[in-house]
């Protein structure tokens, strides 16, 4: 089976950049699309298709994909942005979550 | 405004069955492929199976091939999930999510708001 590594945690200060690595097998070669989920809600895309942005997500979020590793980047980041945050693929029609990392601001 | 409703959740005994519903409003199901993830309490998000709009196609994760069933009725605006010999690890939330894109970079755009399922040993 396909396996997404995350960090299980990421810590950054208010206003700086805080960056969340997804690894897996030739992941470039795949899609990644990122959520984000906070306490007590269901996940909300926050990127997709490597580094395409939905409507109403703010241009702090932005994406990369390359070789072996995805990557969020969240610039600016806020405390409202405090929350897991997963990592998504698709490998031979089955999709693949990575086990999330705890995103926090302080 | 689009929703995803689910229900049928509950608390149950190992080795029983339940079916669990998950009603769409505001756009067309039949025009989209259709998933249910899984989360376990504490734990981080699971992918239990895919449909595709017209459901002539099924996916499902290997922990759930030959238990779980997904189906659709696009009449009703009803996606199901039919789960057979509960386990204790089926124990979790579980989310309807709506698929958009195309073949290798679908994304879940829509999720519902969870239904708790809990299976006792």
């Known amino acids: 089976s396909y396996d997404l590594t995350q960090p299980p945690s990421v810590s950054v200060s208010p206003g700086q950049t805080a960056s969340i690595t997804c690894s897996g097998d030739k992941l470039g070669q795949k899609y990644a699309s990122w959520y984000q989920q906070k306490s007590g809600q269901s996940p909300v895309v926050v990127i997709y298709?490597?580094?395409q942005r939905p409507s109403g997500i703010p241009e702090r979020f932005s994406g990369s994909n390359s070789g072996n590793t995805a990557t969020l980047t969240i610039s600016g980041t806020q405390t409202t942005d405090e929350a897991d945050y997963y990592c998504?693929?698709?490998?031979?029609?089955?999709?693949?979550f990575g086990g999330g990392t705890k995103l926090t601001v302080l | 405004e689009e929703q995803l409703v689910e229900s049928g959740g509950g608390l149950l005994q190992a080795g029983g069955s339940l079916r669990l519903s998950c009603a769409a409003s505001?756009?067309?199901?039949?025009?989209?492929?259709m998933n249910w993830v899984r989360q376990a309490p504490g734990g981080g998000l699971e992918w239990v199976s895919y449909i595709s709009s017209s459901g002539s196609s099924k996916y499902y994760a290997d922990s759930v091939t030959g238990r779980f069933t997904i189906s659709r009725d696009n009449a009703k605006n009803l996606l199901y999930l039919q789960i057979d010999g509960l386990r204790a690890e089926d124990t979790a939330v579980y989310y309807c999510a709506r698929a958009t894109g195309s073949s290798g970079w679908f994304y879940f755009d829509y999720w519902g708001q969870g239904i708790l399922v809990t299976v006792s040993s």
């Open positions: 998504q693929a698709w490998d031979r029609s089955t999709a693949v």
């Open positions: 505001g756009f067309t199901l039949s025009s989209y492929e």
């Open positions: 298709k490597d580094n």
